[in-house]
């Protein structure tokens, strides 16, 4: 019994261990009040009895002296029966809650669950804080030429070979025209011109490629009486207008398009969209923020398309300088 104290850990499971520890001295005290009772002389066991038999309210006042030893042993035993029975009951209430208080107590709380954690951090040693990267002034600009388109209409035509043909006879040409570069076509058709003893034709042009093409057909006139009458003839022409664009363009000043402040994040400038302005370079200037140091240069030059990047390093720091669709990035590469 007394391995049960390692589950005493409650009140109430204290309070079953200690009625169970009074229950089991208690029958201890009936069982040896039983052997000493046994161990008397006949003659002193009858008056050793009479004590016990007094504590139940039971007649014995016709009884024999043995059945008074008799009645007196057997409500001892009946006494150490029914405090068996309640040390038992007690004792197992006693597992009960000790059972009980052992699992409450085994659950960690909900503050327990961020202990361990939080005792760990406690236990790591402070890394010291990474410095923040220096800051840079930026600004931006743009370099390039202004460019002065103008477009001219001019004609354009261009004769085929002459076609001839006899009385009551037919034939077909064509003649085509080659768009020179940096030309579009304004206005296209055909023609017949020279006709001559000629009784019907026709013409129609159409734009193919980088060329204007026109094809057509002549018919000679009916024979006459005892006569054919020949010499028929006409020339196809093709024909029409053109725009020609020349462009002139002078140099630009500089544009400034922007400052802003760089550290860790990318600062982004937007180029102006003049459709007139010709980007050719994109420059930047930085220095370290704060102070009285000259801004120092970075040409990034562009493709016609206004695309280029290049990393150079200023100041210790190195930067990744992008430029697309008139949209200028500046990086600062960390380690």
């Known amino acids: 019994m007394w391995n049960a104290i390692g589950y005493v850990t409650t009140g109430l499971t204290l309070l079953a261990f200690a009625i169970a520890v009074g229950a089991w001295v208690y029958r201890s005290s009936l ?25 139940f309210p039971v007649d014995t006042e016709h009884l024999t002296r043995e059945q008074k030893v008799a009645l007196a042993m057997e409500q001892i035993k009946a006494r150490e029966r029914r405090f068996n029975t309640i040390a038992k009951v007690v004792a197992f209430i006693a597992v009960l809650l000790a059972g009980v208080s052992a699992y409450a107590i085994s659950r960690p709380s909900p ?61 077909g040409t064509s003649v085509s025209y080659d768009v020179p570069a940096g030309v579009t076509i304004a206005s296209h058709n055909a023609r017949w011109d020279n006709l001559n003893n000629i009784k019907s034709h026709e013409a129609h042009s159409e734009l193919k490629d980088r060329a204007v093409v026109a094809t057509g057909s002549i018919n000679g006139l009916d024979k006459q009486l005892f006569n054919c009458p020949g010499g028929g003839h006409g020339t196809l022409v093709v024909f029409g207008t053109l725009n020609r664009s020349t462009e002139s363009s002078e140099p630009s000043p500089a544009i400034a398009i922007g400052t802003g402040e760089v550290r860790k994040d990318t600062v982004t400038f937007s180029a102006p969209s003049d459709a007139d302005l010709r980007i050719e370079t994109y420059r930047i200037e930085i220095r370290p923020k704060g102070t009285s140091s000259a801004f120092t240069p970075v040409d990034l030059p562009v493709s016609e398309s206004g695309v280029g990047q290049i990393q150079q390093t200023q100041f210790g720091t190195a930067f990744r300088i992008e430029a697309s669709s008139r949209t200028l990035k500046v990086t600062p590469v960390l380690n």
């Open 31 to 55: 069982a040896e009040r039983q052997k000493s009772l046994r161990a008397l002389p006949e003659a002193d066991r009858a008056k050793a009895l009479q004590a016990d038999i007094s504590f």
């Open 111 to 171: 503050s327990d669950s961020t202990a361990p954690s939080e005792k760990h951090a406690d236990a790591l040693p402070d890394k010291p804080n990474k410095p923040d990267p220096p800051a840079y002034e930026v600004r931006a600009s743009v370099l390039g030429k202004r460019v002065k388109v103008s477009t001219a209409t001019e004609p354009f035509s261009k004769p085929a070979p002459s076609t001839d043909v006899g009385c009551e006879e037919g034939k």
